[in-house]
Nanobody
Framework: QVQLVESGGGLVQAGGSLRLSCAAS????????RGWYRQAPGKQRELVAT???????NYADSVKGRFTISRDNAKNTVYLQMNSLKPEDTAVYYC?????????WGKGTLVTVSA
C-alpha cells in the first residue's frame, strides 16, 4: 500500500510559479513510475507529466517548456515545478504512482491562476 500526499497548490497570478510536491509512504517505492495529472472544472482529468522509475520524463504539449517534473528518491517525493503559469493551468492537480496494474492517487491540490 502506498499513501500519497500532495502539497504546494495555491493562488498565483499569471506568469508566476508554483512547485507542487507529492510525498509517498509505503514499501518498495523505488519501483513505481510517477506522474502528475490535472482536472479543470467541467473537464476530464488529463496527463501533465510523468517520470519513470528509470528517470525518463514525458510532458503534455500544453506544459512543455514551462513545467518540470523531478524526484527525490531519498525523500520518496516527486515534484512539479510550474513556471509561466497561465489561467488555463487552473485545476486540481493529482499525484499518481503506478507499477504494472497497481495504481495509487493522491487527493489533489488546487492550483488557481488569476489573469
Amino acid at each position: 500500500q502506498v499513501q500519497l500526499v500532495e502539497s504546494g497548490g495555491g493562488l498565483v497570478q499569471a506568469g508566476g510559479s508554483l512547485r507542487l510536491s507529492c510525498a509517498a509512504s509505503g514499501s518498495t517505492l523505488s519501483i513505481y513510475d510517477r506522474g502528475w495529472y490535472r482536472q479543470a472544472p467541467g473537464k476530464q482529468r488529463e496527463l501533465v507529466a510523468t517520470i519513470t522509475s528509470g528517470g525518463s520524463t514525458n510532458y503534455a504539449d500544453s506544459v512543455k517548456g514551462r513545467f518540470t517534473i523531478s524526484r527525490d528518491n531519498a525523500k520518496n517525493t516527486v515534484y512539479l515545478q510550474m513556471n509561466s503559469l497561465k489561467p488555463e493551468d487552473t485545476a486540481v492537480y493529482y499525484c499518481n504512482w503506478w507499477y504494472k496494474t497497481i495504481n495509487y492517487w493522491g487527493k489533489g491540490t488546487l492550483v488557481t491562476v488569476s489573469a
